[in-house]
């Protein structure tokens, strides 16, 4: 069983599994950080951003203006942004035969697996997860079409200039391999590969393994997923929460007794309490409105918002803030508020119950109806006609790369009654804003990440119990900011198996039995045979037949009887003669009994070897070696066959036939 790590981002992985014949895909995330090197694309023109200057290296030789502009300090590429993509190169990607999906965020490189290297297999994912991810490719899509970029830069992307540029340039890991983002061609091609699958349904592959989905607690639709045979299990743990949130709980009870555990998707921001996060985000968000400021939070179209969102209707009226309008801003701002209404069953209890009542689950719903809370496509046509401050706006895209923000970033950036307020940790929030320094307006970073942390895990994996544990590297380690923090990493018995991009690890169990099913008839011809007290044991001969990965023992067919012919008019292939099965032995030999016999039958000069399995028998005057050992008795003798047959039937003796 081998495990392939494609993938060197710990919350966005990307892991190829190869277990009993089958080669399955744990997820397909798509490293976004790598945007983080390119110039924001405005929406508007932005005179600032145009008259930025070109970078041209301390000695002259490296002239890259068009490419590459300096800012704040800081060098940025002038081009399309790009993403780092899973590796491509380590293994054969046409031979996938699944891909399994855990979430919405872990299914961004989709549409370059499953369009670009010759995949034929099926996606299996939730509903939700189904839905939300298209909604987030959607998003990316829009963004990145509504801003074209003709030029593209890669000079830049030579290693020996590459090594020359300032950081974080000069660290970028494969550059190469960085693409721009799909079309919604791609995007519609891959979703429709997807298989639609529920909580605990069982899915067999090829008659091998058989997945399933597990709640993980995390989003909508998230899951752990288990991969076992009938004597083997495999469990992959990949952005879960424990925390009461949305999103049905997680199931741990069915992730217990595993052999391997593949643990990803912890949370980012170990030290930083969710709800003390969204206490802060609130007293801040109150703070910028009564002194006349606006509000702005980068962030994703799903997920954290409904959360952030629920927490405002709470905290409006408290907070005297039920005037200031709410605005949220995405291509599919629309679509994400309606599909977390409709996706009942896929809710935590409180919000299931309130369906039945009638209500709808989440509050944003009566935001809406009460004009508190509005939503637009961008900040094109209604938004620029009923758009007033101060306000809230919640937009993308949270890289601030891209999107409605960047406009709203240059808009506001220069006053410092606005406050931006970071939720998603996805990046850091310093080099989000590094291009649009000097800045005057506030920053407040409040991550939210509800995922499972150290403490978490750690209680989790005593209570699931896993033989074995792997997980990205990044686990095993203090961060390096505090690297005295031994209680921010995983420290287990035995160790966990770490893992990096590009790293194969052969996964430190073998399977040790298959299942093979024995006809009806065949099993009513056996003939058991007692071999100790209260074990009893039958040979059987049989032809084994093998389809989709099942096994069943056949009885050996007679060949059938020659037909009486008087002419020969050609030679006939007879079927193979199947000859009775020797029988089979069992027992052991006793040395000082089998020493006995020996002289009995006129061996008396015999040295007695002790080894590491047994006994060698040397009988000098013959010159005949016979070897003792608990699996078989090998009998050594040259040229003299009447003694080895005499030999072979004393030790016949001591064993029991079957």
């Known amino acids: 069983m081998k495990l392939y790590c494609l993938s060197g981002h710990p919350t966005l992985p990307c892991n190829v599994l190869k277990f009993k014949s089958t080669t399955i895909m744990l997820d397909c995330g798509l490293d976004t950080t790598s945007v983080l090197n390119f110039l924001p694309l405005p929406l508007v023109h932005s005179p600032r951003l145009s008259k930025l200057p070109g970078w041209i290296s301390k000695d002259g030789t490296v002239n890259l203006e068009r490419e590459l502009k300096e800012c704040a300090g800081r060098v940025f ?274 919000k299931q119950t309130k369906v039945y009542l009638p209500e709808p689950p989440f509050p944003h719903a009566e935001l809406i109806q009460t004009n508190k809370l509005k939503h637009y496509p961008s900040i094109h046509g209604d938004f620029s006609s009923e758009f007033r401050q101060p306000c809230v706006v919640f937009t993308g895209h949270p890289s601030l790369r891209f999107g409605d923000v960047v406009h709203f970033m240059e808009l506001w950036g220069k006053s410092g009654l606005n406050t931006v307020i970071f939720t998603e940790p996805d990046f850091s929030y310093l080099d989000a804003l590094a291009p649009y320094q000097p800045l005057a307006m506030k920053c407040v970073y409040c991550p939210i990440d509800t995922r499972l942390n150290f403490h978490q895990v750690s209680k989790f994996l005593k209570e699931v119990q896993p033989l074995h544990v792997v997980c990205p590297e990044q686990y095993t380690q203090p961060p390096l900011t505090q690297s005295h923090r031994s209680d921010l990493m995983l420290e287990l018995q035995p160790p966990p198996m770490p893992y990096r991009r590009c790293s194969v690890l052969n996964l430190p169990f073998r399977r040790r039995y298959e299942r093979v099913y024995i006809l009806p008839e065949l099993a009513n011809s056996l003939v058991p045979s007692e071999v100790k007290p ?86 000098q005057a013959e010159d005949t070696l016979i070897q003792l050992e608990e699996d078989g008795t090998h009998i050594v003798c040259d040229n003299n066959e009447p003694l080895r047959t005499t030999l072979r039937d004393l030790v016949l003796r001591f064993l029991q036939k079957l």
């Open 77 to 350: 590429v002038d081009s399309q942004p790009e993403f780092c993509l899973p590796e491509r190169e380590l293994l054969d990607l046409s031979t996938i035969d699944v891909i399994l999906i855990s979430n919405y965020h872990c299914m961004m490189a989709l549409p370059y697996i499953t369009e670009h290297t010759g995949f034929t297999g099926t996606v299996y994912a939730t509903e939700p997860t189904l839905q939300i991810g298209r909604l987030l490719m959607e998003e990316l899509v829009n963004f990145m079409e509504r801003v074209p970029k003709a030029q593209s830069a890669t000079c830049w992307k030579n290693k020996e200039i590459q090594r020359m540029l300032p950081g974080p340039l000069k660290d970028a890991v494969d550059v190469w391999t960085w693409k721009r983002c799909y079309g919604m061609q791609e995007v519609n091609s891959a979703l429709s590969k997807v298989q639609l699958v529920g909580y605990s349904q069982k899915v067999e592959l090829f008659g091998a393994v058989q997945v399933s989905p597990l709640s993980s607690g995390y989003s909508l639709g998230s899951s752990n997923w288990i991969i076992q045979s009938h004597h083997e299990k495999v469990s992959y743990v990949s952005g879960s929460s424990l925390l009461t949130t949305h999103p049905q709980p997680m199931d741990q009870s069915s992730l217990k007794n595993s052999d391997v555990l593949i643990l990803t998707g912890l949370t980012q921001m170990p030290t930083a309490n969710p709800d003390g996060m969204l206490g802060e985000f609130c007293s801040n968000l109150a703070m910028t409105i009564r002194a006349g400021g606006n509000v702005l939070v980068p962030c994703y179209s799903s997920g954290v918002i409904y959360d952030l969102l629920e927490c405002l209707y709470q905290f409006i009226d408290n907070a005297n803030l039920g005037t200031t309008p709410f605005y949220f801003i995405s291509p599919v701002a629309n679509s994400s508020l309606e599909f977390s209404q409709i996706f009942a069953e896929w809710l935590c209890h409180n």
């Open 534 to 619: 209260g074990i009893t044991v039958a040979t059987v001969s049989a032809v084994l037949h093998s389809k989709d990965n099942k096994h069943t023992l056949q009885s050996v067919p007679k060949p059938p009887p020659a037909a009486p012919s008087k002419k020969r008019k050609r030679v006939i292939e007879e079927p193979p003669v199947t000859l009775a099965p020797k029988p089979l032995l069992s027992g052991a030999v006793p040395l000082e009994a089998f020493l006995t016999t020996l002289q009995k039958h006129g061996i008396t000069e015999v040295k007695v070897e002790e080894t590491g399995e047994g006994h060698i028998l040397h009988l």
